[in-house]
């Protein structure tokens, strides 16, 4: 994860495409934003391994290829498995057994859709806030000592 890498919006509705992206250039954040439409141009994306990723936020409704899809296969195959990227679900009302789902599947964080744009604004800043000051594992060439 770097920290002033893309943060990646993957949305196949244009009119949640617009809010999200006028949200995002009212709050100023810095880090580049890219909006992909489904899952599959997604993985895509994702597998080029020149791609500086910090933040992964998906609908989970997307014709192609689900959210759910595109994290099971994320975890599963590729080059994208072995990064420290977090993955976000942002969605709107789902069935209670997708957020139980997503949270034994390694999903890092759970958002329903707010229905103002002041409330979207809200979780944006707080969801960048939180992953900017978060510590990540850092690697070496020498094994993690586990304590």
């Known amino acids: 994860m770097n920290k002033k890498g893309e943060i990646i919006l993957i949305e196949d509705d244009p ?3 617009e809010l999200f992206q006028r949200a ?19 993985f895509d994306y994702f597998n080029n391994k020149n791609k500086d990723l910090f933040l ?14 595109l994290r099971d296969k994320m975890q599963q195959v590729g080059e994208i498995r072995l990064r420290t990227i977090p993955f976000l679900f942002l969605t709107t009302g789902t069935p209670s057994q997708n957020v139980l789902y997503s949270y034994t599947h390694s ?10 744009f002041v409330k ?3 979780i944006i800043q707080h969801v960048v806030d939180y992953w900017t000051t978060c510590t990540e594992p850092v690697f070496s060439n020498k094994p993690p000592r586990i304590f």
Request: aromatic share 6%; glycine share 8%; net charge negative.
């Open 15 to 17: 009119d949640d495409q």
């Open 24 to 42: 995002y250039e009212e709050l100023g954040i810095q880090n580049p934003l890219v909006i992909l439409k489904n899952g599959r141009e997604a």
């Open 56 to 69: 992964i936020i998906s609908d989970i409704n997307m014709p192609l290829m689900s959210g759910i899809e």
């Open 107 to 116: 999903i890092q964080g759970f958002f329903l859709k707010p229905t103002s």
């Open 120 to 122: 979207l604004k809200n």
